[in-house]
């Protein structure tokens, strides 16, 4: 599932081919292409190519979290996708700046996209971190988790009990906090998630969202 409509890594018809120079003739100017070539696991032909559906989304070159919210909605019309859009928003925004770069947008998307098992657990860490405290507490994860299934809809889970994020938490939980502290590190998130196929394959069912 694309992070927005037009942004596909399919190629565009011929005469829409974005060339080097357009990066810079846009009302915001993104940092180098060969920078970002350097930063990301996108082809400078992938590049060009989001860079062309971001610019069409967002023609200023960043994102707010409103339009964010917005955009994101088109995907989810059968559920509410403004919470679970908010939390992404936070994970995509690194500076905290209250918006969304292309550059910001691309070095995230490089990671879900073509990082390492690593990699993306640590971009997943960083997502489930409400708070950015280096800790993932029951609350922060159920937060998710409810998003998750709030903007999935009832079409999707129809019978689906009110308390099925706390009873996927719980089970997370009793798996990765291996010292029953009431939080989990960094450190046993990615053990856990590692060594257990069923907490990998639980969150193999949520990469659609992001």
């Known amino acids: 599932m694309p992070l927005f409509p037009s942004l596909s890594l399919s190629p565009p018809p011929t005469d829409s081919v974005v060339e080097d120079g357009e990066l810079s003739t846009v009302c915001y100017r993104p940092e180098g292409l060969d920078q970002l070539l350097q930063q990301t696991k996108f082809t400078r032909r992938e590049l060009q190519i989001l860079y062309r559906g971001f610019k069409n989304e967002c023609p200023s070159g960043v994102v707010d979290e409103e339009t964010f919210k917005l955009i994101y909605s088109q995907f989810f019309p059968q559920g509410d996708s403004s919470t679970y ?6 994970a995509f925004d690194t500076h905290k700046n209250g918006s969304v770069s292309f550059e910001d947008f691309v070095t995230g998307l490089s990671i879900i996209l073509r990082g390492s098992v690593t990699e993306k657990l640590n971009w997943a860490f960083n997502l489930y971190d409400l708070n950015k405290d280096g800790f993932i507490t029951k609350e922060e994860m159920t937060d998710i988790m409810s998003s998750i299934y709030d ?14 994020p706390k009873e996927h938490v719980d089970i997370f939980f009793q798996k990765m906090d291996k010292n029953k502290d009431g939080v989990v590190t960094i450190e046993e998130f990615l053990e856990s998630c590692q060594k257990d196929e069923n907490i990998m394959q639980s969150m ?5 969202v992001i």
């Open 151 to 164: 903007m999935m809809g009832t079409c999707t889970y129809p019978c689906m009990q009110n308390d099925a």
């Open 204 to 208: 193999h069912l949520f990469d659609n």
């Open 85 to 90: 859009a908010h939390f992404l928003f936070e």
